[in-house]
C-alpha cells in the first residue's frame, strides 16, 4: 500500500484503504478475505466479438440440461468470511467478492478460459453486444444489450456505463480499480446505447480489465448508497446484510439472463472450519466454500454421506513479506538469504497439509504470461549464510518480529515452521498473531512490520498484477519495494502494442523480483467447495476469476 520511506499512508491513501477494506468509521472489525484482485491480459487492435486467449482457468462452463432444472428453493451457503464493504467499486476483498459477484454485471464478458465474449451463456456474461477498438488502440466502442433492467427498476443505458467508469476514475472514489482509467480521456454517450471510450495513450490491458466485478456497472447516480444497498443488474438483487452473521439475496425476476433457479440465497458467515464441515454434513447449508485443510483428503475424492465437492487450483497464492524500507530487509542480500532458509514443500505440506504448491512466480500455472525459467529456491542454508555474510548487517543483529493473522490458520501454521527454519540460520524471530483488522491496521495500512504473510486472490492478469503489487506506485505494495529497471518493464508491458509484445515484458518483471526477492514467494493453494446431493450446476459457480463464485445457474432438486 505505501511506497515512501517512512511507511506512512497519504491521506488519499488512507481513505481508499479503509474505504476499500470497510474498516471507516467501524471500529474493530473482524476478518475479511484477503485482498480481491481482477483485470486481465490484453486488448488487440481489431475489432472483438470473443476471442482473443486468456492465461488461466479450466474449461468453459457446461450447464444443466435444462429439461432438468427444477426452479425454486432457498440456498443456504456457509461462507467462510466476513463480508465487508458493500460498494462493489471500493471493495477489496474477495469474501465481498463472492457475494456480491451475482447482484453485478460487468461490461464486457468472460468465458472460464479467460477469453473475451459477447455471448450472454458464457461463464461471466457481459452488458455489451459488441465492441471495436482502433487499431491504435485509442478508441473503444461498446455496444449494450437493449432490455436490461437495474434491480432498482430502471433500465441499462449509456449513461449508465458513463457513471459507472468516471465514478471509478475519480480519487475521490477510492475505487480500487481507478487505475483501469488513468490512461482514458473521456467517456461519451453516443447514444441511448453507445458509449466510447477515448485514451489519452496506449493501455493495453483496458478491454480485459472491463471484465472484472470491480468494473461493475451500476445505476446513474447511486454512488451515495449502494455501499448499503447494491443496485446490480446481475441474477440476484440484495436484500440484507446482518454483518459477520448473515445476508440475503433474492432472486430477480427480470434478470436479462438464463436463470436464476433458485428463489433465494442465503449466506451465513462461517468463519470456522470445522464448524462449515460439520453444519454441511448435518444438513444446516447446502453448500460451503473451502472445506477444512486437514480435512480435505478425507471430503474430496470420498463422495459419500450425500455431500459432493469441487477442487480447484490456484484459489489464491501466498508470500512472505518483508519491509523493504527498513533494516535488515532494505538489503537484497539480506532478502535472499532468507528465501534460501526456507523449504518452501515443506510448508506446502505442513501448513497446507499437501492442498497446495510451491511456486516462484504469481501467475496463474497456466498463464501465457508465466515465466517457467525461474523455480522456487531450494532450502540451503550454507547459500543463505554467504550471503548475511555478503549483507551489510549481521544476521544475529536483529531480534525480528513475524507479524501473521489468525484468520488464517495455515498461516501461523506456516510462520511456526519458518521460525524454526529462521532459528537454524542464526535469525532470532518472534511470532506475533494479529487479529485480521489488526494486521490489516498495522502492516497492511501503516506499514508496521519487519516479517509478515498473507494471500492474495483473484490476481491473474498480469497488468494489475505487477502493477499493484510491485511497482513504486502500486497499490499494494505495502512492503515499500521500488525498482527502476521493474517499473519500466511493467509500464513497457502496459503500453505494448499487442499480448505478444507484452509477454516477455512481464516475464522480465518476474525475473527482476525474483533476484531483488522484496517477498519470498511461498505457494499457490488449492480451492475447494462441497455441496449437498440435492445441489445441482456445480461446475457453473466458480467464477473465471477462481475466486469469486456465481449462483445464477444453480438449482436444486425440489422433493
Not at 332 to 345: G, L, M, T, Y
Request: glycine share 10%; with cysteine; charged share 25%.
Amino acid at each position: 500500500m505505501t511506497d515512501n520511506t517512512d511507511s506512512d499512508l497519504t491521506d488519499v491513501q488512507r481513505r481508499r484503504f479503509l474505504k476499500a477494506t470497510g474498516l471507516a468509521g467501524a471500529g474493530g472489525m473482524t476478518a475479511i478475505a484477503g485482498c480481491a484482485g481482477g483485470g486481465s491480459d490484453t486488448a488487440e487492435p481489431t475489432d472483438s466479438a470473443g476471442g482473443d486467449d486468456g492465461d488461466g482457468g479450466g474449461g468453459e462452463t457446461t450447464t444443466a440440461d435444462p429439461g432438468e432444472i427444477q426452479e425454486g428453493g432457498t440456498l443456504v451457503w456457509g461462507h467462510s468470511e466476513v463480508t465487508q464493504n458493500l460498494d462493489i467499486h471500493q471493495t477489496a476483498t474477495a469474501s465481498t467478492g463472492r457475494f456480491l459477484n451475482s447482484v453485478y454485471d460487468p461490461l464486457v464478458g468472460l468465458t472460464s478460459d479467460l477469453e473475451l465474449s459477447t455471448d450472454p451463456d458464457v461463464t461471466s456474461p457481459g452488458l455489451a453486444t459488441d465492441w471495436e477498438v482502433s487499431d491504435d488502440l485509442m478508441t473503444y466502442t461498446f455496444t449494450l444489450r437493449e432490455g436490461v433492467t437495474f434491480h432498482d427498476g430502471t433500465e441499462l443505458t449509456a449513461e449508465d456505463v458513463k457513471y459507472s467508469f468516471d465514478r471509478i476514475a475519480d480519487p475521490e472514489t477510492g475505487a480500487i480499480m481507478q487505475f483501469v482509467f488513468g490512461s482514458t480521456d473521456s467517456v461519451e454517450v453516443e447514444d441511448e446505447y453507445t458509449v466510447v471510450l477515448n485514451q489519452s495513450e496506449r493501455y493495453q490491458p483496458l478491454l480485459r480489465q472491463l471484465a472484472f466485478s470491480g468494473t461493475s456497472i451500476v445505476p446513474a447516480d447511486s454512488g451515495d448508497t449502494i455501499g448499503d444497498e447494491p443496485i446490480g443488474t446481475g441474477p440476484f438483487q440484495f436484500v440484507m446484510r446482518q454483518q459477520g452473521n448473515r445476508a440475503e439475496l433474492e432472486a430477480f425476476d427480470d434478470y436479462w439472463g438464463e436463470g436464476p433457479y433458485l428463489d433465494a440465497v442465503e449466506e451465513r458467515t462461517v468463519t470456522d472450519p470445522d464448524s462449515r464441515l460439520t453444519g454441511i454434513q448435518e444438513g444446516n447449508y447446502d453448500l460451503i466454500n473451502d472445506i477444512p485443510l486437514d480435512d480435505i483428503n478425507d471430503v474430496v475424492g470420498n463422495d459419500g454421506d450425500d455431500i459432493d465437492t469441487r477442487t480447484w487450483s490456484p484459489l489464491s497464492w501466498a508470500f512472505l513479506n518483508m519491509n523493504n524500507t527498513e533494516p535488515p530487509f532494505d538489503d537484497p542480500d539480506f532478502r535472499k538469504a532468507v528465501d534460501f532458509c526456507i523449504d518452501k514443500q515443506a510448508l506446502v505440506e505442513g501448513a497446507l497439509y499437501g492442498n497446495g504448491q510451491p511456486t516462484a512466480s504469481p501467475s496463474f500455472p497456466n498463464s501465457a504470461f508465466r515465466n517457467e525459467d525461474i523455480s522456487p529456491r531450494e532450502q540451503d542454508f550454507d547459500r543463505a549464510a554467504e550471503l548475511f555474510e555478503q549483507s551489510q548487517y549481521d544476521v544475529g543483529e536483529f531480534d525480528l518480529t513475524f507479524k501473521v493473522t489468525t484468520n488464517y490458520p495455515w498461516h501461523v501454521d506456516a510462520a511456526t515452521l519458518m521460525q524454526q527454519f529462521f532459528q537454524q540460520a542464526g535469525l532470532s524471530v518472534e511470532i506475533q498473531q494479529l487479529q485480521w483488522s489488526d494486521w490489516l491496521s498495522q502492516v497492511f495500512a501503516n506499514g508496521d512490520f519487519t516479517l509478515s504473510m498473507v494471500n492474495f486472490f483473484t490476481f491473474w492478469e498480469p497488468a494489475y498484477l505487477y502493477t499493484s503489487l510491485w511497482t513504486s506506485g502500486g497499490s499494494f505494495n505495502f512492503r515499500g519495494y521500488a525498482s527502476d529497471e521493474y517499473d519500466q518493464a511493467v509500464a513497457d508491458a502496459a503500453q505494448a502494442s499487442g499480448r505478444e509484445e507484452a509477454i516477455p515484458l512481464y516475464q522480465e518483471a518476474q525475473s527482476i523480483i525474483h533476484e531483488d526477492v522484496p517477498d519470498v514467494m511461498l505457494w499457490f493453494r488449492d480451492g475447494t467447495l462441497a455441496a449437498k446431493d440435492h445441489v445441482n450446476g456445480l461446475e457453473t459457480v466458480l467464477s473465471p476469476n477462481n475466486s469469486e463464485l456465481g449462483f445464477g445457474r444453480v438449482w436444486m432438486d425440489q422433493e
